[in-house]
């Protein structure tokens, strides 16, 4: 077992560091203000390679390990977590394509996912179906070579700026009903763009309704091995990187309350010097480190693609909670401070809070890990 990162991943996380403190630090508060992340630093990232990394070379990608996505997004993150989200996004969905998709999806949309010449996004969640996926109510009806979709999704992230939507449907072909994947471009005639989402974080990554009206995609958009059961399965990259945008966040949060402590003075001394506030700082300490040792088991244990879906949600669950801990507590230790906007705490902490629910929520996670332990619950 080795606990170093190889070099060529050093070098990966020195450049991703310089590019997210030289370049996203100073605007990221302005970014959430704005509800917006301009599309020249959306691109920004692509120009490096970081939206291909996951994608295989023949496709424009590098071809990466999952890891090494990982590193990148906790250095993004910890300067931005809106612009790591766009990261995250174009990895996670190009890897459900290379994984489940035809052949033809492959050579047409990979490349051009690399780029960063085409968003994507996954619509699965509708108002009545979150975490209870099984419930979901929109419909592709077959009809001759095109699929006919009807139904409203929610809450999805950076909708209003995709060009390439991944949406969860139920299958109807005939008497045959089954739930999958299909690929819908933007700007087909049906699909809407609805109500921005007020979030309370993620401002430059906003959400967005998309309502299908008798929206007609092509047969051949279905993706070739995006079966239900699939398209759950590949949650797992997107949790890993969850967990990774979460630890980058905290860590931020970490490193200005380390800062923080060492020069503020009450009652004669330095706020280091309290011996409450090191333990807390140690506390802070031992969650960062945990969390980026699950993160990382649950992505060096990645096979053909794909973390294994326990570790995923044992990384996720942990990175969230103790990133929130992390975050609240560093508030704390800057005082009035912590909770003023012109400090960069309360961004960080409505950005981690998301983090939480977003990619299924940890007690969802809980249910994985306890099946995985305890079997299925029996009734
Ligand atoms: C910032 C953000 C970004 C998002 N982006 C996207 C996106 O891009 N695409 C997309 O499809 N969706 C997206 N979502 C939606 C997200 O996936 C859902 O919010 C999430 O899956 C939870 O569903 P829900 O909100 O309907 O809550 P519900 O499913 O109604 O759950 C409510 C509460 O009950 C708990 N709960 C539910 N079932 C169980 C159970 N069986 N056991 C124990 N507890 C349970 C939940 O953990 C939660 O605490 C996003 C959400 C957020 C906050």
Not at 176 to 190: F, Q, S, Y
Not at 247 to 270: M, P, S
Request: hydrophobic letters at 40%.
């Amino acid at each position: 077992m080795d606990f170093k990162l190889s070099s060529e991943q050093e070098l990966l996380r020195d450049e991703a560091r310089k590019l997210a403190r030289e370049v996203f630090q100073e605007k990221a508060a302005r970014w959430d203000r704005q509800c917006e992340v301009p599309w020249e630093s959306i691109r920004l990232p692509a120009g490096k390679g970081y939206f291909g990394l996951l994608i295989p070379e023949q496709y424009g990608g590098a071809g990466s390990a999952p890891m090494d996505l990982l590193i990148v997004l906790e250095e993004i993150a910890w300067a931005c977590v809106s612009t790591a989200l766009y990261v995250f996004s174009a990895n996670a969905h190009a890897n459900r394509i290379a994984q489940l998709g035809a052949d033809a999806h492959r050579r047409s949309d990979l490349p051009r996912i690399a780029s960063g010449e085409v968003i994507p996004c996954h619509a699965m969640s509708e108002p009545q179906a979150g975490s209870d996926a099984s419930r979901l109510r929109t419909t592709a009806v077959r009809d001759g070579d095109h699929y006919v979709v009807n139904g409203t999704k929610c809450w999805i992230s950076r909708g209003a700026i995709a060009h390439l939507y991944l949406v969860d449907v139920n299958f109807r072909d005939g008497d045959h009903a089954e739930k999958g994947l299909l690929l819908i471009e933007r700007g087909t005639p049906g699909l809407e763009i609805g109500k921005v989402e007020p979030l309370m974080g993620h401002h430059g990554s906003p959400s967005t309704e998309l309502v299908f009206r008798d929206c007609r995609v092509p047969v051949a958009n279905r993706m070739a091995k995006g079966d239900f059961q699939a398209s759950l399965m590949s949650m797992s990259v997107s949790r890993c990187c969850n967990a990774a945008m979460a630890l980058g966040a905290a860590q931020r949060a970490f490193d200005e309350a380390v800062e923080y402590v060492q020069q503020r003075e009450a009652f004669g001394k330095r706020l280091a010097d309290f011996q409450g506030l090191r333990w807390m700082v140690a506390d802070m300490k031992v969650k960062l480190d945990a969390a980026r040792l699950l993160v990382y088991r649950a992505a060096a244990n990645a096979t053909s693609g794909f973390p294994s879906e326990t570790e995923a949600a044992i990384a996720k669950t942990f990175a969230n909670e103790a990133a929130l801990q992390v975050v609240s507590d560093a508030m704390q230790l800057f005082g009035a401070n912590g909770y003023s906007c012109a400090y960069p705490l309360e961004r960080l902490y409505r950005d981690v809070r998301g983090l939480a629910i977003a990619g299924g929520t940890t007690q969802i996670q809980r249910n994985l890990i306890a099946r995985a332990v305890l079997g299925r619950r029996r009734y």
